[in-house]
Antibody, heavy 120, light 105 residues
Framework: QVQLVESGGGLVKPGGSLRLSCVGS????????MSWIRQAPGKGLEWVSY????????FYTDSVKGRFTISRDNAKNSLYLQMNSLRAEDGAVYFC?????????????WGQGTLVTVSS | EIVMTQSPATLSVSPGGRATLSCRAS??????LAWYQQKPDQAPRLLIY???TRATGIPARFSGSGSGTEFTLTIGSLQSEDFAVYYC????????FGPGTKVEI
């Protein structure tokens, strides 16, 4: 079945960097736009970034522009999020998710998430 | 940014009862609205997209309605597995989510 599995989360100091990965199975990741969405502990959902199927275009929420970079390797059925200059407020569970057909910006399915903690 | 609001924040319903959740957008989003269910320590699950289209495998007791700025998710005859937090999300512009409605017993 269609599945997404994230990895790469962990504890990082403010100002540090982390790279998240998401591997898809049960479908051809290269056929879909893909996204990262985060959820701070006990809080709601916040869209972070999405990338077109070819990787030619990427979009970000304002709070991460210039610090985060989304990328993909369709040959490896993989999605990435490079996070630099991390701040305490970036601490969250990060979910990868597939966008709807044609890049429609609803999300299905979601991975199980990976936790990023930013603390000194 | 389009701001999404949801009401009520918490809804207490008995098993077998009916739940009506509201979602409002700060400006018109046509029918570009999705609903998700999230249980503790789980990822969100898509229930509804395009305001009223059920996602694959979603039971018929879940229904969505509305357009423009006012939307409703109705859960008929609540089952034990339906007690969760429900989020609406608009995709008329950059995606934004509502703060959620917790459906509890």
């Amino acid at each position: 079945q269609v599945q997404l599995v994230e990895s790469g989360g962990g504890l990082v100091k403010p100002g540090g960097s982390l790279r998240l990965s998401c591997v898809g199975s049960g479908f051809t990741l290269g056929d879909y736009f893909m996204s990262w969405i985060r959820q701070a502990p006990g809080k709601g959902l916040e869209w972070v970034s999405y990338i077109t199927s070819s990787g030619s275009s990427a979009f970000y929420t304002d709070s991460v522009k210039g610090r985060f970079t989304i990328s993909r390797d369709n040959a490896k059925n993989s999605l990435y999020l490079q996070m630099n200059s991390l701040r305490a407020e970036d601490g969250a569970v990060y979910f990868c998710a597939r966008l709807g057909p044609g890049g429609t910006r609803w999300f299905h399915p979601w991975g199980q998430g990976t936790l990023v903690t930013v603390s000194s | 940014e389009i701001v999404m609001t949801q009401s009520p924040a918490t809804l207490s319903v008995s098993p077998g009862g009916r739940a009506t959740l509201s979602c409002r957008a700060s400006q018109s989003i046509s029918s570009n609205l999705a609903w998700y269910q999230q249980k503790p320590d789980q990822a969100p699950r898509l229930l509804i997209y395009d305001a009223s289209t059920r996602a694959t495998g979603i039971p018929a007791r879940f229904s969505g309605s509305g357009s423009g700025t006012e939307f409703t998710l109705t859960i008929g005859s609540l089952q034990s597995e339906d007690f969760a937090v429900y989020y609406c999300q608009q995709y008329n512009n950059w995606p934004t989510f509502g703060p959620g409605t917790k459906v509890e017993i």
